[in-house]
């Protein structure tokens, strides 16, 4: 295995394989959340929403865990910018230029949002109704429930769930690559076709996602810590 | 140097005629995301090198257009130029009647014969004699894969299709096929690398069929953009009336890559 091939500088690729793997944390960050706001919104729609409200939403997402993200991406990425330059086109406004990294957060938001609206809808299901009804029968408003009770309140239940979905959205940032959009997967795929030197480059890329979830585990641990204060210790 | 000077010379008279005018928006041209030596690939940089991209260039500085590549994936490179991801393609694209129902083309600007590679150690030629019984692999949704589908689909075992040219090469070179089929200057750029150089050798051009190998590469274009169809086209005829296009072509070929 020849190392230099990884340094930083031409004529290594180190460089190019660290900007694809800040392209890849782009677009997980940008998906993963995405898809909280989504899946907040989904969940609280699920749970308190009216009949039709609670429809759309196991529509979505059914349909959305009922597909495979690869073919959502595809369907998303050609068909999605196509319908939004119609529209524009209708409105009389000049076509817009929907960018890799935009149309990648938002397939990623997407499909996050659909496991997180599950993730989350559990995780609330699992308060004690007696603190969303204390909270009530203080005069708290909706949102001021949500926000004070509700989020805090269903956190250590769903740290569990939202943590897989963050490891799983960094991985799914390889997907895009089918795209042509240069993250840490493609152009690990065009450094090894250059080079030749595969094996060294599939590894260097292994080791950059595997960096990623150690990191992460890292974090995690401690939200987790801080969300389950207070809580009793379980085994 | 010279050139530089003159692109610089004419950038300005550019810059001074759109004064005023709203800021043309650059020309974004598609490329493959593959390594296609030696017309386009991926330099350590980042940066896109080859003949191809010294073409672009060259073209797009005498259409007075600013030019930047845009890396697709191949297999959805058309549908990255109806949809505006892309404003030309740029990928070694030949002009076919099939690609000519979903989009334009300028006039060519390359031509060059389709080749077969296959093992040192198995002698046969490029023809359906030779290939009997063969594995013979092609990226997908080229005319060499249409090509094959073709002429060689009766008599190999199978065809495999790749999504980059890369792949089905590294695929030979591991034995998993018995022979690829493509353009042949890209299958001397492998055969020259040290992957190609202990595993393969040229097998010979596959028999020319106008039909489905096309007239060329040009540049891939929308259908409705006749204006900037004009503008390459008038590009292509003065980079090879001035000697532009026989200059960049020197340092990649040894022989006349425009072809009849």
Redesign the interface.
């Known amino acids: 295995m020849d190392l230099s091939l990884l340094a930083l500088s031409p004529p290594g690729w180190g460089g190019v394989l660290l900007a694809g793997l800040f392209s890849s944390l782009q677009l997980a960050v940008g998906g993963y959340l995405l898809g909280l706001i989504i899946g907040i919104g989904g969940a609280s729609g699920k749970l308190y929403g009216g009949p039709i409200v609670r429809d759309l939403l196991e529509i979505y997402t059914t349909l959305v865990r009922a597909i495979p993200e690869l073919v959502l991406i595809l369907l998303l990425y050609y068909a999605g910018t196509d319908l939004v330059n119609q529209l524009t086109a209708l409105l009389g406004l000049p076509s817009v230029d929907i960018s890799g990294l935009a149309a990648g957060i938002f397939v990623i938001g997407v499909v996050q949002g659909a496991y997180s609206t599950e993730v989350l809808r559990g995780a609330i299901k699992a308060i004690p109704a007696g603190q969303i009804e204390a909270a009530r029968a203080y005069g708290m408003s909706p949102f001021m429930t949500l926000r004070r009770i509700t989020l805090p309140a269903m956190l250590p239940y769903a740290v569990p769930g939202l943590s897989n979905l963050w490891l799983i959205a960094t991985k799914d940032t390889a997907l895009l690559a089918v795209v042509g959009f240069s993250e840490l997967t493609l152009v690990t795929r065009q450094a090894a076709g250059t080079t030749k030197h595969y094996l060294t480059f599939f590894l260097a890329a292994g080791v950059l996602y595997l960096a990623v979830t150690l990191v992460s585990n890292i974090a995690i641990g401690a939200i987790e810590r801080r969300a389950r204060r207070g809580m009793v210790r379980e085994a | 140097m010279k050139s530089i000077l003159k692109t610089v010379a004419l950038a300005a008279l550019v810059g001074v005629a759109a004064v005023g005018a709203a800021s043309a928006e650059p020309i974004k041209v598609g490329v ?4 296609y ?1 030696p017309f386009t ?6 940066k896109w090198v080859g003949w191809e991209v010294e073409f672009m260039n060259a073209v797009c500085a005498e259409a007075k257009l600013e030019c930047v590549i845009t ?3 191949w297999d ?1 490179i058309i ?2 130029l ?4 892309i404003d030309a393609i740029m990928s070694s694209m030949s002009i076919t009647d099939e690609r000519l129902k979903t989009i334009d083309f300028s006039d060519k600007y390359y031509n060059t014969p389709t080749g077969i590679i296959g093992p040192k150690s198995e002698k046969f030629t490029a023809t359906p004699e030779g290939l009997k019984g063969k594995i013979l692999g092609v990226q997908v949704s080229t005319i060499h894969a249409e090509y094959a589908q073709k002429h060689f689909k009766d008599v190999v075992s199978e065809i495999k299709e790749y999504q ?1 040219q ?2 089905a090469n ?1 695929d030979l070179a591991a034995g998993r096929v018995d022979a690829v089929q493509a353009d042949a200057i890209t299958l001397d750029s492998f055969l020259a ?3 190609g150089k202990e595993c393969c050798e040229s097998k010979g051009n596959v028999v020319d069929d106008p039909a489905v190998l096309g007239a060329g590469v040009g540049i891939g274009l929308r259908k409705d953009e006749t204006e900037l169809k004009g503008k390459f086209n008038a590009a292509i005829k003065a980079i090879r009336a001035n000697g532009t296009y026989d200059k960049f072509s020197k340092a990649y070929f040894d022989f006349d890559v425009y072809g009849k």
């Open positions: 493959a995301a593959e390594p030596p690939s991926p330099d350590a940089s980042g890396p697709v994936a959805g549908p990255a109806t949809t505006k991801k980059t890369d792949e590294n690398s040290d992957q």
